[in-house]
């Protein structure tokens, strides 16, 4: 039987939305993960997973259950620029407790997630069934509307949240301002196998003036290539037919060129990122907040997106909990979502900046520019303490804070 009111309702079955309701159930709240989709096979979708992230799914208790289903363990980065080597990076190298970054199909990851959080009778996930309003009373939001194969339905809550992803419904219902802010490129994402020269261990990225592709190994032994275009540029990529994608991956990965040829024959075989980040400037109002993408929506650069939605979740759930024990917890849920932002969103505006800062390196064509974004490499790549520092930001800024406290 469907609950009709819970303590917390939580929009979107998601990375964040599956991670706080485990997080919210082993705390003993009564929740519910409304999930618009019948299954969690998101093909494209998060699977690279930093190794502060690799951290929170082994605090959540789901780790060594997803490595059990299958995973990729990454050891080492390497960037290309015109066919040299610029920058050679071994996670080993990384002196903490999780230094490898985990490549992981979403359906692993969501499906252990909701697996786990089912064993709990205070946890409900509500499939096929769509958030189409938000009940409101008193200024306050109470609950949702679900659309599902029933008919429709009401669920009452005391806090909403809102992971319900990049294009967040519930963000628009809820009347908070936002803006998408659109990057200089767009991504052409596409599977192929990995050719025999690949070993399954290596983030490759290859830059070719301002063309650059990433090129990452994918479970069990396929590689996902995101090839970068000018921004709305697919329209033009389209018109010129397949053989102009074809050449393009030509340039920057050779090892493909068959592969890609046997494999991508349109561009039904590929699927487009628009790339944009959402800034949010209050992510809660009373009775409803957001978190993960719905919220801060980033690039998918250094594969940041599951990392934080993942660390939302973590780090929202006991505040929620000790919320809901308060007499009073219409105020304490408002003060807890206030809080919440005021903790992450400093954490979420530093990838961001990492992004766009590294996205802006990627779009240099002069000589000049290709000549400073080497020089940047090269300088990271002699130096041990750049290294650990650039790169710790991106990948262990979670371990890294731990560690120093
Ligand atoms: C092509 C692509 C590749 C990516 N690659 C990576 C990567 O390698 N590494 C990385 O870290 N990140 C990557 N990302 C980003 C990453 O997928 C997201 O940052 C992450 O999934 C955010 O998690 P979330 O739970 O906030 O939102 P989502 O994962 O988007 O989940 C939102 C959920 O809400 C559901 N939903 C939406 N609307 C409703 C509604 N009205 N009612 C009910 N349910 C609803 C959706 O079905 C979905 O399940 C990629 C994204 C894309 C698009």
């Known amino acids: 039987m469907s609950p009709t009111a819970v303590d917390v309702c939580v929009v979107g079955g998601g990375p964040a939305g599956l991670a706080l309701g485990l997080e919210l159930a082993r705390q003993g709240v009564e929740v519910a993960v409304v999930e618009q ?50 920058l050679d990076t071994a996670f080993a190298d990384f002196e903490y407790e999780h230094r490898f970054p985990l490549e992981l199909p979403q359906p692993t990851l969501l499906g252990v997630m909701d697996n786990v959080a089912s064993g709990f009778d205070n946890f409900s996930m509500l499939r096929k069934s769509t958030v189409v309003g938000l009940l409101e ?26 992971a319900d992803g990049r294009y967040s419904k519930v963000l628009e219902m809820s009347g908070l301002a936002h803006e998408r802010v659109p990057l200089d490129r767009d991504v052409v994402w596409l599977k192929l196998p990995l050719p025999p020269e690949w ?163 990627f779009t240099f064509g002069s000589r000049a520019g290709v000549f400073l974004r080497s020089s940047l490499y090269r300088a990271m790549n002699r130096s041990a303490f750049l290294k650990q520092r650039v790169l710790a930001d991106a990948y262990f800024r979670l371990q890294k804070r731990e560690k120093a406290a």
């Open 37 to 86: 989709s019948g299954h969690f096979n998101r093909s494209f979708r998060g699977e690279s997973v930093s190794p502060d992230a690799v951290l929170v799914l082994d605090r959540l208790g789901v780790l060594d259950k997803i490595k059990a289903e299958g995973a990729l363990t990454t050891t080492r980065m390497e960037i290309t620029e015109d066919g040299r080597t610029v």
């Open 199 to 361: 070993d399954t261990e290596t983030y490759r990225v290859r830059i070719k003036g301002d063309r650059h592709g990433l090129f990452i190994p994918t479970y069990p032994d396929m590689v996902r290539v995101g090839f970068n275009i000018p921004k709305g540029g697919l329209r033009e990529l389209r018109k010129q037919g397949i053989g102009a994608l074809h050449e393009k991956i030509d340039e920057l990965a050779p090892e493909l060129s068959t592969l890609v040829r046997e494999k991508v024959t349109g561009y039904s075989d590929t699927s487009m990122l628009d790339i944009f980040t959402s800034v949010v400037p209050r992510w809660s109002r009373d009775g409803l907040l957001v978190i993960g993408d719905a919220a801060h929506t980033l690039s998918p650069v250094l594969g940041q997106g599951v990392n934080h939605a993942l660390i939302d979740a973590v780090t929202l759930a006991p505040m929620l909990t000790a919320a809901l024990e308060e007499a009073d917890h219409r105020t304490a849920l408002a003060a807890a979502a206030v809080e919440f932002q005021r903790i992450r969103e400093p954490e979420v505006k530093r990838s961001r900046g990492l992004q766009l800062r590294q996205e802006r390196m």
């Open 137 to 162: 009373a008193d200024g306050a939001v109470t609950g949702v509307r679900i659309k599902d194969p029933g008919g429709e339905r009401e669920l009452a809550a005391k806090i909403v949240i809102g």
